[in-house]
C-alpha cells in the first residue's frame, strides 16, 4: 500500500488507521477529511528526532500551518514541540486561540499589511521572517511605537530551482518571495535591517519549493547560504546565530512516487552545513525548518459518495461525486496526482473513469484516469489518499457548496476536529 496507514480488511473493506471508511463516513457524513493524528504526532516525532540527532536540543522544525490549519493541529505541535509557522493574522489567531504560545510563531508573508504587522507585534509574534525592504520600514516603525525590540529572520532568494511544479517553486531569483542574493539586494537588506534600532537581526530564512526529491537542492541550498554568510561576516562583519531553509521535503501521492527517507536527508543536510561552516569559519547557526507537507500529507484521506457514473461509448466514464475542486483543487491547479481508492470494491471487473466533483466547471476533476471497480454505483464511497496537506485549508465556496468537516482518528477512535460547514456559516455573510 501506498502507506503503512491504508490497509484492507480481509473482504476487502478500506480501513484508514485501522477504521473501518465506510463506517466512519456512516457515522460523519461525506464529503469527509479525514485526518490520522497518531501518523501526525508520528511525524512530528520522526522530525524533532532527525533535528536533535543531527543539530542539538535547541534546533527546532516549525510547523508549517498553511498545510492544514485549524485548532487541533495547533494543539498537536505544542504538545510535541514544534515552532509553528504562519502567513496571516488568521493562521495567528488560530493558532493562540488554541492556547499555542505567540512566542514559538513565525510570522512570514511577502505581503505584510500595516494591519497585519500591528497585530502580530501586539501579539507579541516571536519572529517576523521580514520578506522585503519594505515591511522592515514598516516593522521598524510599528516597534519603535510600542518600544519594542522585534526579533526577525531576513527572507532570502538563493537562486535554486528545485525542479518541481512552477507554482510552488520558490527559490529562483526572479520569484515573488525574498530578497536575491545574486542581484546584490540581498546585502543590501541585511545592512538596511542591521541599521535598524528596533530590529534584532537573528538570522537568516530561505524556502527553495515544495514537494522536493531531489536531494542535491538543498545540499546546494546550505552551500549558498554559508556562502551568503560568509559574504556578509566579511562585508558587515555580522554573524547570523539562526538558519532556517525552509519546508519543502515530498511525499508519496501515488506508488511511482519514491519514498523519502527525511531523516537521512536531514543528516546530509547537516553534515554539509558543518563541513562549508567550518570552511568558512563560522560558528554553527541554531538550525530550523519549515515542513508542511510531510507532516500531514499521509495523515489525511478524503471520503466521497458517489452520485452517478456517466459513460460516453467510445470516449470515457466518469464517478461523479459529492465533492470536488471545493475540497481538493490541486488536480485543477497543478494536475497532482493522487491515489484512488473504492471503500468496498467488488467484482473482478475493473475500468478506467475520470473522478468529477459536482461543481459546474468540466475542469472539476480531481483525479483523471483511475482504474475502479466496473460496478461502481450511485452510494458508494470513494477515497482519495495523501490529502492531509493543502486540501482543507485551500477548500474553497465555489458554487456555494459548504466545505466538509475535518475528523480526526487516534488510537481506534473518531472525533471531531472541524465541524462541516452549513449553508448558514456562508449566508452570515451576506446583508
Ligand atoms: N515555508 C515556506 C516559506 C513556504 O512557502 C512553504 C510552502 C513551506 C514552508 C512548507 O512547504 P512544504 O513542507 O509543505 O512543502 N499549495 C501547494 C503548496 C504550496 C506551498 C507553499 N509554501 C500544493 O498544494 O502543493
Not at 473493506?13 to 466512519?24: E, H, I, K, W
Not at 514559538?104 to 507585534?121: M, R, S
Not at 516593522?139 to 519603535?144: D, K, T, V, W, Y
Not at 452517478?308 to 475542486?325: A, E
Amino acid at each position: 500500500m501506498l502507506c503503512d496507514n491504508i490497509t484492507r480488511a480481509a473482504d476487502g473493506a478500506l480501513l484508514f488507521a485501522g477504521q473501518d471508511v465506510n463506517a466512519l463516513a456512516d457515522r460523519w457524513g461525506t464529503p469527509l477529511y479525514l485526518m490520522d493524528e497518531d501518523r501526525i504526532r508520528l511525524n512530528c516525532r520522526m522530525y524533532r528526532g532527525a533535528f536533535r540527532a543531527s543539530f542539538g536540543e535547541d534546533a527546532l522544525p516549525l510547523y508549517a500551518g498553511k498545510a492544514a490549519s485549524f485548532r487541533q493541529m495547533y494543539r498537536i505541535m505544542a504538545e510535541e514541540g514544534l515552532g509553528v509557522d504562519a502567513v496571516s493574522p488568521g493562521e495567528i489567531s488560530t493558532a493562540l486561540s488554541a492556547g499555542y504560545p505567540a512566542e514559538n510563531i513565525y510570522f512570514h508573508g511577502d505581503g505584510k499589511t500595516e494591519a497585519d504587522v500591528a497585530f502580530a507585534l501586539d501579539r507579541g509574534v516571536g519572529c517576523f521572517i521580514v520578506d522585503n525592504g519594505d515591511e522592515l520600514i514598516s516593522l521598524q516603525e510599528h516597534a519603535a511605537a510600542r518600544g519594542l525590540h522585534q526579533k526577525v529572520l531576513l527572507r532570502i532568494t538563493p537562486g535554486i530551482d528545485p525542479h518541481t511544479y512552477h507554482a510552488i517553486s520558490t527559490g529562483a531569483v526572479d520569484v515573488k518571495f525574498g530578497v536575491p542574493v545574486e542581484t546584490g539586494q540581498a546585502m543590501e537588506f541585511v545592512r538596511a535591517a542591521l541599521g535598524m534600532k528596533n530590529i534584532e537581526v537573528a538570522g537568516l530564512h530561505c524556502h527553495v519549493g515544495s514537494m522536493v526529491f531531489d536531494e542535491d537542492v538543498f545540499l546546494r541550498t546550505v552551500d549558498l547560504m554559508v556562502g551568503f554568510m560568509a559574504d556578509v561576516r566579511g562585508e558587515l562583519g555580522f554573524v547570523f546565530r539562526e538558519l532556517n531553509l525552509g519546508g519543502g521535503y515530498g511525499v508519496r501521492y501515488t506508488d511511482d512516487d519514491p519514498m523519502a527517507d527525511i531523516p537521512a536527508r536531514i543528516a546530509e543536510v547537516a553534515a554539509r552545513l558543518k563541513t562549508r561552516l567550518a570552511e568558512a569559519d563560522l560558528p554553527l547557526p541554531r538550525f530550523l525548518m519549515e515542513p508542511g507537507r510531510s507532516i500531514v500529507a499521509d495523515a489525511g484521506m478524503t471520503v466521497y459518495t458517489v452520485c452517478s457514473i456517466k459513460r460516453i461509448p467510445g470516449y470515457k466514464s466518469y464517478v461523479i461525486t459529492d465533492g470536488g475542486m471545493t475540497d481538493n483543487p490541486r488536480y485543477c491547479l497543478y494536475g497532482a496526482a493522487y491515489t484512488v481508492l473504492h471503500a468496498a470494491p467488488r467484482g473482478r471487473l475493473r475500468a478506467i473513469f475520470d473522478l468529477a466533483g459536482r461543481c459546474c466547471e468540466s475542469g472539476d476533476i480531481i483525479q483523471p484516469a483511475i482504474s475502479l471497480p466496473a460496478a461502481t454505483a450511485r452510494g458508494d464511497r470513494i477515497a482519495v489518499c495523501t490529502t492531509g496537506a493543502y486540501n482543507y485549508s485551500m477548500a474553497s465556496n465555489y458554487n456555494r457548496f459548504c466545505r466538509p468537516p475535518v475528523v480526526m482518528l487516534r488510537g481506534g477512535e473518531s472525533y471531531l476536529a472541524v465541524r462541516r460547514e452549513r449553508i448558514e456559516d456562508v449566508l452570515a455573510l451576506d446583508l
